[in-house]
């Protein structure tokens, strides 16, 4: 079983500023990475997925990933109150049968 | 509007009172999956199904039962509620796993087991 790990938080930042959310995992032959963003009762939302090395940007947003360190990043730019939320890391377990999760990083923006 | 929709919203039940809760999505996906979510441990799996007639444990599958019948809905049954299933219940679907496939999620399904 493949883990994913992320920090719990929260992470404050102010307004405006870039918000910094991190991700590791196991299983070394992962191949697909999401990321999903939950606000509180509210059931996840697709951010964006990257599958290649390097960085994949998507307006305001940009992950990052690096297989040889199996770590995954999303950057958020510009941040905005709205943006606080949990967000969740996933990716495909080795069967392929499921979405792992990482427990989710909680980040607040204050205006 | 393509979407995943789940009933009911929100359920009150007790201990041994058997119950369903149905899924529903309109994108002709293949694949259909239910999480529990819990406090402090994350989205879990319960049961997955990658196509009709197709269904396998997850992560966390005592307890529950699910069945797929027709493509479009995967309802999860609890057979004898206990308090430990008390949850945010949520049913997802996508076209598969392939790399760029994207999981949608139902709106939940919160559950308290008295």
């Known amino acids: 079983q493949k883990e994913v790990e992320q920090n719990s938080g929260p992470l404050s930042v102010p307004e405006g500023a870039i918000a910094s959310l991190n991700c590791t995992y196991s299983d070394r032959g992962s191949q697909s990475f999401f990321w999903y963003r939950q606000y509180s009762g509210k059931s996840p939302e697709l951010i964006m997925f990257i599958y290649s090395n390097g960085d994949k940007e998507d307006g305001r947003f940009t992950a990052q990933l690096n297989k040889a360190s199996q770590y995954v990043s999303l950057l958020i730019r510009d941040s905005q109150p709205s943006d606080s939320a949990t967000y969740l890391c996933a990716v495909h377990n080795q069967a392929g049968t499921a979405l792992i999760f990482g427990k989710g990083t909680t980040l607040s923006v204050s205006s | ?114």
């Not at chain 2, 049961?47 to 809905?73: C, F, H, I, L, Q």
């Open chain 2, 1 to 114: 509007e393509a979407q995943v929709t789940q009933n009911p919203r929100y359920l009150i039940t007790v201990t041994g009172k058997k119950l369903t809760v149905t899924c529903s999505q309109n994108m002709n996906h293949e694949y259909m999956s239910w999480y529990r979510q819990d406090p402090g441990l994350g989205l879990r799996q319960i049961y997955y199904s990658m196509n009709v007639e197709v269904t396998d444990k997850g992560d966390v599958p005592e307890g529950y039962k699910v069945s797929r019948k027709e493509k479009r809905n995967f309802p999860l049954i609890l057979e004898s509620p206990s308090p430990n299933q008390t949850s945010l219940y949520f049913c997802a679907s996508s076209q598969g796993l392939a790399l760029t496939d994207t999981q949608y999620f139902g709106p939940g399904t919160r559950l308290t087991v008295l």
